[in-house]
């Protein structure tokens, strides 16, 4: 039981650049989502998807794209990197009856 | 809007000392609450909840929470903090009924001296 996975760990990009971030769970969760991490600015939702089939926005989803591929899988897309979005990327999933969050370990991405 | 207050963004305490981390939140009914604890370079891992029954909940590594509903608190306590404690904290309320969306404070950051 792996819980939440995500890959890479560490990612360098150039401006204008393209990559997608790749997060699986294996709990047989219902809802996903992607946050963003920044030193004085706590956890900011990118967007999230509540069951498979649907996504929404969460508070920061500009310059972003996402996929709920199947149940388990939820990937996060950047079209076109920019140096604003240096930062840590976090995958979450929640299932049970209070819906607590499990995280991922996280992405550290450096758009230069 | 539901919001999450965690005052205190740096708190050092010695090593065999005990804790305290404050959380207060605004929500016009009980929330469900939680606690998640977040080490270097790490992701973060869910400490403790609270939905319902017993105001006092515990958590794992040995950290306990009280809700409070006449304060609108539920503060984060350990006895007796080890090194290995040191990490950020994070307070986070969800709506009643099982909203997906839960809120997060700012975080509050545990240092242990030695």
């Known amino acids: 039981n792996a819980g939440v996975t995500q890959t890479p760990k560490f ?42 089939g649907t996504t929404d926005k969460g508070e920061v989803p500009n310059g972003y794209n996402v996929s709920r591929l199947n149940k388990r899988e939820f990937s996060l897309r950047l079209e076109s990197a920019a140096p604003s979005q240096t930062s840590v990327y976090f995958c979450a999933s929640s299932g049970g ?8 370990p996280g992405t550290r991405l450096t758009v230069t | 809007a539901q919001s999450v207050t965690q005052p205190d963004i740096h708190i050092t305490v010695s090593e065999g000392a005990s804790l305290e981390l404050r959380c207060n939140y605004s929500y016009g009914a009980t929330p469900y609450l939680f606690w998640y604890v977040q080490s270097p370079g790490q992701g973060l891992q869910l400490l403790l909840k609270y939905f319902s029954g017993d105001t006092l909940v515990q958590g794992i590594k040995g950290f306990e ?25 994070f307070c986070a309320v969800g709506p009643p009924g099982g909203s997906y969306i839960p809120t997060f404070g700012r975080g509050t950051s545990l240092i242990v001296h030695p």
């Open chain 2, 65 to 89: 929470a009280e809700f409070k509903r006449s304060q609108s608190s539920f503060n984060l306590r350990k006895p007796s903090v080890h090194w290995s404690d040191a990490a950020e904290y």
């Open chain 1, 97 to 104: 009856p209070v819906h607590e969050q499990y995280f991922g």
């Open chain 1, 11 to 52: 990612q360098v990009l150039k401006t204008g650049q393209s990559m997608t971030l790749q997060c699986a769970q294996d709990m047989n969760h219902n809802s996903m989502y992607w946050y963003r991490q920044d030193p004085g600015m706590g956890l900011r939702l990118i967007y999230y998807s509540a069951s498979e």
